[in-house]
Nanobody, 115 residues
Framework: QVQLVESGGGSVQPGGSLRLSCEAS????????MYWVRQAPGKGIEWVSS????????YYAESVKGRFTISRDNTKNMLYLQMNNLKPEDTALYFC????????RGQGTQVTVSA
């Protein structure tokens, strides 16, 4: 069955960095666009970034553009999100997903940004 397992979250101060990882299994990873989405306390799912095998295309939400970098390693079935210059508003539960709405997602990893 499809499994998406996120890791790498934590607590950091504003301006800090974290690297999230997602290990995928149970499907042909390279055939799928992959996504990071997040959910802040009391809010809905927010799309963060996308990565496609075809053409190596990547996309970012305006709120994270220039600070976050998505990447994927199809040889290892891994998805990554490098997050730099973190802000308090980045605090959320981050999910790796197979769709932009986050319907098909993992269990998430918590990112907390506070002074």
């Amino acid at each position: 069955q499809v499994q998406l397992v996120e890791s790498g979250g934590g607590s950091v101060q504003p301006g800090g960095s974290l690297r999230l990882s997602c290990e995928a299994s149970g499907f042909t990873f390279s055939d799928y666009g992959m996504y990071w989405v997040r959910q802040a306390p009391g809010k809905g799912i927010e799309w963060v970034s996308s990565a496609y095998t075809e053409g190596g295309r990547t996309y970012y939400a305006e709120s994270v553009k220039g600070r976050f970098t998505i990447s994927r390693d199809n040889t290892k079935n891994m998805l990554y999100l490098q997050m730099n210059n973190l802000k308090p508003e980045d605090t959320a539960l981050y999910f790796c997903a197979r769709d932009k709405t986050g319907t098909d997602r993992g269990q998430g990893t918590q990112v907390t940004v506070s002074a």
